[in-house]
Structure formats: C-alpha cells, structure tokens
C-alpha cells in the first residue's frame, strides 16, 4: 500500500509541476508527511524515516513558499518558473531512484538472537570512553579560535581545511560520540556511576557543541545517533518530529546566534532564512550556467572530495559552484547544492535516479544494524552516524558535510572500539545434566 501511494504521489507530483512548481512542492509536502505516517510502526526502515523528514524540511513548502513569493535570496534576482519546474523533477527523480531500492524488500530483519542480546547487557568500562572524552575535550582548547572564537571574527591568520578537522571537527565528534557510548552504557547499567559519567559526558559535549563557532552538522552528526538509538524503532514519530523541530525551528536560531546580529546578519523565519535555499540556489544554477558537458562521475567526485585542500581538490574544474557563470550571479560563494543536482550534470536526468537507487541500497544495509538492543561497537556507532549524516548530506555536502561525516565515523571507530574493551562477558546458560543410569 505505501509503495502504491508513493509512486502514485510521485506522477501527481509531476504533472502539478509541469502545471506550476509552486503545486507540485505542495504534493510533495501532502506525500512525505504521508509516507511518515506510513512509516510510523515499529521495525520499518529509520533510513526512510530520515529521509522523508529531511525531503519534508527542505525541498517541500520552502521552495513552495519562496518561489509564491518571489523571495530573492544572494541577490541573484527571480528566478524563471522553468528553472523551478526542472529542479523539481530532479528532486522527484532522486526521491524515485530511493523507493526503487526498496522494491522487493523482505519483512524487517528479526529481533536479535537472545546470545546477541545477553551480549549487549556487558558494555565497555566507562573509564576508557571517559577518558577519551577527556582528552579530545582537551585539544579543543590547543586552538581555541577555532572552537571558542565567534565566526564573525575575522582573525590574521587563514587556517587551513585540514587543521579545522585536527584541532575542532574531529575532537569536538569525539567528544561527543563518547558521550552517545558513556549515555548508552547509562541506561543499560542504570547503576549511580554510569549516570554520573554520562552527566559529565553530557556537560563536556555542551561545551563542545557550543552554538559560538560550531556548524550545525556537528550537532546533528554527533548527538543525532543517541536520538536514533533511542527512538529509531519504536517512537518513530517523535524521532521525525524532533529532527524537523530542530532544523527547522533551532537551525536559524543556532545560524543567526554563530554569525551573531552584532555583524549584521540578517535571518528571517522559515522558510525565507538562508538556510532553506537549496533548491532556490538549484533553480538559479540550471538558468544561468551553461548546460555542461557530462562529468560521467567527476561532479560528485569535485563536490566531495572539498575535504581536501583546494590545491588537492579532484576535478576543480567540474565544480558547478565555481563556474563563471555562477560566480558572477551569485553574492555568496558558500551557497549549497544538493548530491542529487551534481549527479544530475554527471549522467543527465538518470543520474539522481541512480544516485538515490545507490543511496538507498547503501542503507537497506545500515538499516540491519539499527537495533536499541545490538551490542555498543564501532560497527554499530559507524551505522549510527551515517544514518545521522545523511540529513546534511541531502541537504548539501558543499556546506562542509565531508569533513564532518569523515571526522565522526573516525571518532564512531575509536568510541565503537572502546566500547568493546573489557566487556564483561556474558554468562552461559547452565547445561542440564543428564541422568545417570
């Protein structure tokens, strides 16, 4: 049934663009909050779950609103109807490509074998994960301008990609990976000393995580696994209604505080803040920039691989933000384009079918590991932190979810392998003896 009402949603949604793209967002903000409640009983995919919420949040009634409006976001001026119409099918493409990955998919994985769940009863020692919290806590404070410092400061010295991922990404993620390990190990012991280290946890990630000079991806990729964890399976409605609240509601707050209204900044509400402008800056790229030739890969490669130096960055030349073109429209260069539009330049209009086939078949996988019971390791943090990072990542990796992405499933690792270390094991069930003759 929900397949049928999705791929009936999706051609509804397509011929009320075709009409106007002001229509066609509006059904695909009636079929996502559909398809939510659809997906609201236990044991379905939380992989869907997140992604019909971040489909919800950004590419629904914002771009609805915006192009009604004639919102005009970086000066780029109003955009055409036809450019709005094509970024939207681009947007259905991809959401087909995710179903069609679904197709066929067998009943939800059973519950865990009782072995595995004697297993996660025994987790790591807390003074491991503690005291790697401790230590990446203190890294933080060995460049703290780039931790503690408003971003609205311009400082002297221009620090490079790679030292933000040593000095602030990476520990600031291993800060708070170990509080989402030391916060599980909490409410599996239930003992006074597991709650007290989880609240030292707790207050050290708040100090890391501070809304001064901390992007938001940081935050949703390292406390976001607790909420799935929590309520990935079995309050799967609250899970979707607290990431929506927080980015759609907190993520201007959090904006506005980090570049702070002493330097000027200007946010308006959702949906007219900056933050909900991917599909605005999608428009704008597909009526001013010259139809490329196909990058057969080296798009995706170019806007991913920002992880790097730029002297280092794959394909510079098949960066669609860096056109000419584009350059010259826009008044801000730190704009955001979601995968699904790079794919699109790569292999023409199969490209975000196929990025979100792929997409989607990567998850069915993570999907399995998702269970509140699985034992606390590194696999099971890493399959955490992926579902978490895809939030940002559909929304745009040019924004900087690379380094971040990279940096958690790094501290996920470390965090995951601590975890594993002296865990207590689990008692064998006493074999009956049999009766002797």
């Given at each position: 049934?929900r397949t049928?009402?999705f791929?009936?949603g999706i051609v509804c949604a397509?011929?009320c663009g075709?009409?106007d793209?002001v229509?066609?967002?509006g059904?695909?903000?009636?079929l996502?909050?559909?398809?939510l409640s659809?997906l609201g009983?236990?044991?379905d995919s939380v992989?869907l779950?997140i992604?019909y919420?971040?489909?919800?949040?950004?590419?629904?009634?914002a771009?609805?609103?915006?192009?009604a409006?004639?919102t005009?976001?970086?000066e780029?001026g109003i955009?055409?109807?036809a450019?709005?119409?094509?970024?939207?099918?681009?947007?259905?493409?991809?959401?087909?490509?995710?179903?069609a990955?679904?197709?066929?998919l067998?009943?939800?994985?059973?519950?865990?074998?009782?072995?595995?769940?004697?297993l996660?009863a025994?987790?790591?020692?807390p003074?491991?994960?503690?005291a790697?919290l401790?230590v990446a806590?203190?890294?933080?404070f060995?460049?703290?301008?780039?931790?503690?410092t408003?971003?609205?400061?311009?400082?002297?010295e221009e620090a490079?990609p790679?030292?933000y991922?040593v000095?602030?990404?990476?520990?600031?993620l291993?800060v708070?990976?170990?509080c989402?390990a030391?916060?599980?190990?909490a409410?599996?012991?239930?003992?006074?000393?597991a709650?007290?280290?989880?609240?030292?946890?707790f207050?050290?990630?708040?100090i890391?995580?501070?809304?001064?000079?901390?992007a938001?991806q940081?935050?949703?990729?390292g406390l976001?696994?607790?909420?799935?964890h929590a309520?990935?399976?079995?309050?799967?409605w609250?899970?979707a209604?607290v990431?929506?609240?927080?980015?759609a509601?907190?993520?201007?707050?959090?904006n506005l505080?980090s570049?702070d209204?002493m330097?000027?900044a200007?946010?308006a509400?959702?949906?007219?803040?900056?933050?909900f402008d991917a599909?605005?800056?999608?428009?704008g790229?597909?009526?001013?920039?010259?139809?490329?030739d196909l990058?057969?890969g080296?798009?995706l490669l170019?806007?991913f691989s920002f992880?790097?130096p730029?002297?280092?960055?794959m394909?510079p030349g098949?960066d669609?933000?860096g056109?000419?073109?584009?350059?010259g429209?826009?008044s801000q260069?730190?704009l955001?384009?979601?995968?699904f539009?790079?794919?699109y330049?790569d292999?023409?209009?199969?490209g975000p079918?196929l990025l979100g086939?792929a997409?989607?078949?990567?998850?069915?996988?993570v999907?399995?590991?998702i269970?509140?019971?699985r034992?606390?390791?590194?696999g099971?943090?890493c399959?955490?932190?992926?579902?978490?990072?895809?939030?940002p990542?559909?929304?745009?990796p040019?924004?900087?979810?690379g380094p971040?992405a990279?940096?958690g499933l790094?501290?996920?690792?470390?965090a995951?392998?601590l975890a594993a270390?002296f865990r207590?094991?689990?008692?064998?069930?006493?074999?009956a003896?049999?009766?002797?003759?």
């Amino acid at each position: 049934m929900r397949t049928l009402v999705f791929w009936s949603g999706i051609v509804c949604a397509a011929l009320c663009g075709l009409i106007d793209p002001v229509w066609g967002y509006g059904v695909v903000f009636v079929l996502t909050v559909v398809q939510l409640s659809m997906l609201g009983t236990a044991g379905d995919s939380v992989f869907l779950l997140i992604h019909y919420t971040a489909v919800l949040i950004y590419f629904s009634l914002a771009p609805a609103m915006q192009i009604a409006t004639d919102t005009d976001f970086w000066e780029v001026g109003i955009v055409g109807q036809a450019a709005h119409t094509q970024a939207l099918m681009l947007v259905l493409l991809y959401m087909a490509g995710v179903e069609a990955a679904r197709l066929g998919l067998p009943e939800p994985p059973a519950a865990p074998r009782p072995a595995q769940r004697a297993l996660s009863a025994g987790v790591a020692h807390p003074f491991l994960l503690l005291a790697c919290l401790e230590v990446a806590f203190a890294m933080l404070f060995l460049r703290p301008d780039m931790n503690f410092t408003a971003r609205g400061v311009i400082s002297e010295e221009e620090a490079a990609p790679v030292q933000y991922i040593v000095y602030s990404t990476l520990p600031k993620l291993m800060v708070l990976l170990c509080c989402v390990a030391l916060a599980i190990h909490a409410t599996r012991q239930r003992t006074l000393w597991a709650w007290c280290v989880a609240g030292l946890a707790f207050a050290l990630a708040a100090i890391a995580a501070n809304p001064v000079n901390t992007a938001r991806q940081v935050i949703l990729i390292g406390l976001l696994p607790l909420l799935i964890h929590a309520l990935g399976r079995r309050h799967r409605w609250t899970l979707a209604a607290v990431i929506f609240g927080a980015i759609a509601g907190l993520g201007p707050v959090l904006n506005l505080i980090s570049r702070d209204a002493m330097w000027g900044a200007e946010l308006a509400s959702y949906p007219f803040s900056q933050d909900f402008d991917a599909m605005f800056v999608v428009a704008g790229i597909l009526e001013r920039a010259p139809s490329p030739d196909l990058g057969y890969g080296r798009y995706l490669l170019s806007a991913f691989s920002f992880i790097l130096p730029r002297e280092l960055k794959m394909f510079p030349g098949y960066d669609p933000l860096g056109w000419p073109a584009v350059l010259g429209n826009f008044s801000q260069s730190n704009l955001s384009l979601p995968p699904f539009t790079t794919a699109y330049f790569d292999f023409g209009l199969a490209g975000p079918a196929l990025l979100g086939f792929a997409v989607s078949a990567l998850f069915r996988l993570v999907d399995k590991a998702i269970d509140p019971q699985r034992t606390l390791t590194a696999g099971y943090l890493c399959a955490l932190v992926l579902l978490a990072a895809y939030v940002p990542f559909l929304r745009g990796p040019i924004l900087g979810w690379g380094p971040f992405a990279v940096s958690g499933l790094v501290a996920a690792v470390v965090a995951g392998s601590l975890a594993a270390w002296f865990r207590r094991p689990a008692p064998r069930p006493a074999r009956a003896s049999l009766p002797t003759a």
